[in-house]
């Protein structure tokens, strides 16, 4: 067989090979596009019923431990205990956690909440760096406070130590610089006690954007669109990914993935998987993935459930620089979560976890931004060599950008009939218009910080960021 000949089975391979993943990739996300209706409409009605005063003030209320680990926090760190601090629940306690910061960190917490060091003594369940000591205040109005520091050994190992000082049933792990909902735990907690046939081993929340927007005493007073434009980008990412996304897995209990910025977890489940594993950037999903693997190897009856409320707002990376840093470590965390776990792999012992939750995540979320950069690279070297059929290309390039753009739009529909953060409607059209840019300038860029991150793996680059 000639080289010609070769060359050209090659491309069609290839040239197929691409049209079939894109073609499933499409199918995928209009079917969690559409099935995310159903989680989402059942979610509101049965909301609608819920009286969650009687929660808040009922002294047989789920307890629960916070968890923030902070390090280097010392410009807002007081400020944002406060708004921990102002959250309306009941039966609560706070735990943060000093990692071993550099600034005045551990200073301004003594001084702005009254602490003193004291004796507490620490079950070791899970392994972590030496605790220095155990701070609490002497003003019962921050009596639910507890202020741990520690040797410095990262956010995993933080929690880590958390745990180990945590007394309640339920830990709720979250940044330290998030601001949440006065009801946020309310709404959190409420599906831990919905279950009866299966146990509720974890549940996540919306992450949302605060850049911009008011913020006094740590409370956030007014909803704003961001003024620049890499978080206007990822607001509109955030609501495909946790609106339609997250609801969509939830509803077909196949979620691997709560966000570190705010989830919560049965903390039972949580010390039987030996907590958080120091050994990945990508400690939030490595934990439900084990969590989950856990149950199902124990073959118990088990959910993770989400929560579409906005009930985290957080600061998103307004530059490109920390954007790219932020998701160069996703990648290298989503690859160690799957390598780890790789006897999951269309594994029927593992139910929706291992033949639908792991190869979805394998191929469309790991391995997309691959296949994207070699099918970039590979359409300059076809096109060189004469091989592209422009009127197949031109016209199967419009639908996907047109595909992504409806999907685009879609997520914004279930926001504004849904809970409708951003009322204004220039505020809707600025989105709508942001999104139009996507392929050609924030996509790229993704993509390509992916890329980075894969080459970081090869690396052994272990650092996490700032």
């Known amino acids: 067989m000639s080289w010609a000949a070769l060359y050209h089975i090659f491309f069609l ?10 073609s499933l990739l499409i199918l995928s996300y209009l079917f969690i596009g559409l099935y995310s209706i159903g989680e989402t409409r059942e979610y509101l009605h049965k909301n609608s019923f819920t009286d969650y005063r009687i929660l808040a003030v009922s002294p047989h209320s789920p307890s629960v431990s916070i968890l923030a680990p902070a390090y280097n926090e010392g410009m807002t760190i007081v400020e944002n205990v406060r708004s921990l601090l102002s959250i309306y629940y009941n039966n609560l306690q706070l735990i943060v956690i000093n990692d071993g910061s550099k600034d005045e960190t551990l200073a301004r917490l003594i001084e702005g909440y009254e602490l003193e060091k004291v004796d507490f003594f620490v079950h070791y369940q899970i392994a972590c760096k030496p605790i220095r000591g155990i701070y609490k205040s002497r003003n019962p109005v921050y009596g639910r406070l507890i202020v741990v520091d520690k040797v410095n050994g990262g956010k995993a190992d933080a929690l880590n130590a958390g745990i180990n000082i945590a007394s309640h049933n339920y830990l709720v792990c979250i940044d330290v610089d998030c601001i949440l909902e006065q009801d946020a735990l309310l709404k959190m907690i409420k599906p831990f006690l919905e279950q009866t ?5 974890a549940a996540g929340g919306v992450i949302r954007i605060a850049n911009s927007c008011e913020i006094q005493e ?3 007073v007014r909803v704003r669109m961001p003024r620049d434009y890499l978080p206007r980008m990822q607001i509109l990412e955030y609501i495909r990914a946790f609106i339609l996304g997250r609801m969509a897995w939830s509803r077909l209990n196949g979620l691997m993935l709560i966000s570190g910025a705010f989830g919560a977890f049965d903390r039972e489940i949580v010390l039987k998987c030996g907590g958080y594993d120091h050994n990945t950037v990508g400690e939030d999903m490595e ?16 959910r993770v459930s989400f929560i579409p409320d906005p009930l985290c707002w957080t600061e998103a990376p307004a530059s490109f620089k920390i954007l790219g840093r932020q998701r160069n470590r996703w990648t290298r965390g ?10 999951m792999f269309f594994n029927p012992k593992y139910g929706i976890l291992g033949m639908l939750s792991y190869p979805y995540w394998f191929f469309f979320e790991m391995c997309s931004p691959l296949i994207e950069f070699c099918g970039f690279i ?4 076809f096109a060189l060599t004469g091989m592209i059929d422009w009127g197949f290309f031109s016209s199967f390039l419009l639908f996907v950008i047109l595909f992504g753009y409806l999907y685009s739009a879609f997520a914004v529909l279930m926001e504004v009939v849904t809970y409708n953060q951003y009322k204004r409607r220039t505020d809707v059209l600025l989105l709508l218009v942001t999104g139009l840019t996507e392929p050609f ?7 390509w910080s992916a890329i980075k991150g894969f080459r970081d793996l090869i690396r052994k680059k272990k650092s996490w960021g700032e």
């Open 197 to 201: 046939g299966e146990r509720m081993i």
């Open 218 to 220: 740590g409370r956030l």
């Open 334 to 343: 989503t690859f160690e979560t799957l390598k780890f776990h790789r006897k």
């Open 287 to 302: 934990l439900v993935v084990r969590m989950r693997r856990y149950m199902e190897e124990q073959k118990l009856k088990y």
């Open 378 to 381: 590979l359409f300059f070297f």
């Open 13 to 22: 391979i290839i040239t197929y090979g691409i049209f079939a993943y894109s």
């Open 441 to 447: 300038y924030f996509h790229p860029f993704v993509v």
